[in-house]
């Protein structure tokens, strides 16, 4: 773990833009996409959101945390976000990772940790990577029992019916 990613106290705010990004996962959850959810937020107000989509665009760069930069980009008209915070249900991968570091996004706030492919601290620490000339202040584990277990329950699903789909 880096000195950058800490347990710390969450806001009221921090909840509400949470709990907006797991709304947006429950939105990929209905599309039968991974649920996960993404909000970036600038001054209190949300610029940017979205949820993965990789399997309904056909593109394995939409993640939810990509929407979302792209969605703010456009809202703000500037490839760069400084002075945001993005909430995401799941800890970013390491493409995520990057355009957050490109973006100059100052906060990141995740919900569960992906100790497979996490880039925030779990398995890879590009947030805060000395080699880059941005770093960015993490805060994970808010609501990180209700991200965990809407993942867990979509793969549980998704294995049940891949199984009743050999049988029948």
């Known amino acids: 773990m880096n000195d950058n990613t800490h347990t710390i106290e969450f806001s009221d705010s921090d909840r509400e833009f949470m709990s907006r990004a797991?709304?947006?996962?429950?939105q990929a959850e209905v599309v039968n996409e991974i649920p996960v959810g993404a909000v970036l937020v600038r001054d209190g107000t949300i610029i940017g959101e979205g949820f993965n989509q990789p399997i309904r665009n056909h593109d394995p760069s939409a993640h939810?945390?990509?929407?979302?930069?792209r969605n703010a980009g456009q809202t703000v008209e500037?490839?760069?976000?400084?002075?945001?915070?993005?909430y995401v249900t799941l800890e970013p991968c390491?493409?995520?990772?990057?355009?957050?570091?490109?973006?100059?996004?100052e906060r990141v706030v995740f919900?569960?940790?992906?100790?497979?492919?996490?880039?925030?601290?779990?398995?890879?620490?590009?947030?805060n990577?000395?080699?880059?000339?941005?770093?960015?202040?993490?805060?994970?584990g808010l609501e990180e029992i209700t991200?965990?277990?809407?993942?867990?329950?979509f793969f549980r699903r998704r294995r049940q019916e891949i199984k009743a789909d050999k049988k029948g």
């Open 22 to 26: 797991i709304d947006l996962a429950l």
């Open 64 to 69: 939810a945390e990509i929407v979302a930069l």
């Open 78 to 86: 500037n490839y760069r976000l400084p002075n945001t915070t993005l």
């Open 94 to 105: 390491v493409m995520c990772a990057m355009a957050i570091v490109h973006a100059r996004v």
């Open 111 to 127: 919900g569960a940790k992906d100790l497979k492919t996490g880039a925030a601290g779990s398995v890879f620490d590009i947030l």
């Open 129 to 140: 990577s000395d080699k880059h000339n941005h770093r960015v202040q993490v805060g994970q």
């Open 147 to 153: 991200c965990s277990k809407l993942l867990s329950n």
